[in-house]
């Protein structure tokens, strides 16, 4: 079940104020990378890209993988626009 969406690039108020109104909604956080607080004091003091950033802290402290069902769809989105 998703929990938790956590936007690498910064959103704008108005996309945010959407995000966080649907997660409300359906009980998933929406949380900007820079404003995390696990990530907050990494982000502002390393200079790392924060793509990065998610992957220490993804070896720093791993979990065990839950296995998909067949009832289960899941999707990975990556849009640029740069």
């Known amino acids: 079940m998703l929990k938790l969406i956590v936007s690498i690039d910064d959103l704008s108020p108005d996309v945010k104020s959407v995000f966080q109104s649907w997660g409300e909604s359906c009980g998933v956080q929406i949380k900007n990378l820079r404003e995390s607080q696990w990530f907050a004091p990494i982000v502002l003091n390393s200079g790392l890209p924060t ?7 993804g070896r720093k402290t791993p979990v065990q993988p ?9 999707t990975i989105c990556y849009i640029s626009v740069r």
């Open 51 to 57: 793509f990065f950033l998610v992957e220490e802290m």
């Open 66 to 74: 839950i296995p998909a069902t067949p009832e289960q769809i899941a």
